[in-house]
């Protein structure tokens, strides 16, 4: 069973940068489906971002050009690039791993975009 620990969120003005982590323990990486979600209150948990282990990647249209999401498998790793912030990025952000038999989220960090 891999525990995922989601770190880097906090307060950012909008047009600024923050960077994602999401840490596994328990397990290898390496043979997951990655991917980071967000959440705010009273709306639905949408996907943001998503990496195969082969390193494809898929982005939300709402983010595509602004976001990377990366994996680095000798770190047990996953990031989340995050430029060009906006207002309507302000979410609670949730690490996500997924194989064949098992999905397993991280607690989440909270990322808001504010003057």
């Known amino acids: 069973q891999v525990q995922l620990v989601e770190s880097g969120g906090g307060l950012v003005q909008p047009g600024g940068s923050l960077r994602l982590s999401c840490a596994a323990s328990g397990s290898l990486l390496n043979m997951y489906i990655m991917g980071w979600y967000r959440q705010v209150l009273g709306k639905q948990r949408e996907l943001v971002a998503v990496?195969?282990?082969?390193?494809?990647?898929n982005y939300a249209d709402s983010v595509k050009g602004r976001f990377t999401i990366s994996r680095d498998n000798a770190k047990n790793t996953v990031y989340l690039q995050m430029n060009s912030l906006k207002p309507e990025d302000t979410a609670v952000y949730y690490c996500?791993?997924?194989?064949?038999?098992?999905?397993?989220w991280g607690q989440g960090t909270q990322v808001i975009v504010s003057s």
């Open positions: 990496i195969t282990s082969g390193g494809a990647t």
């Open positions: 996500n791993a997924k194989t064949v038999g098992a999905i397993q």
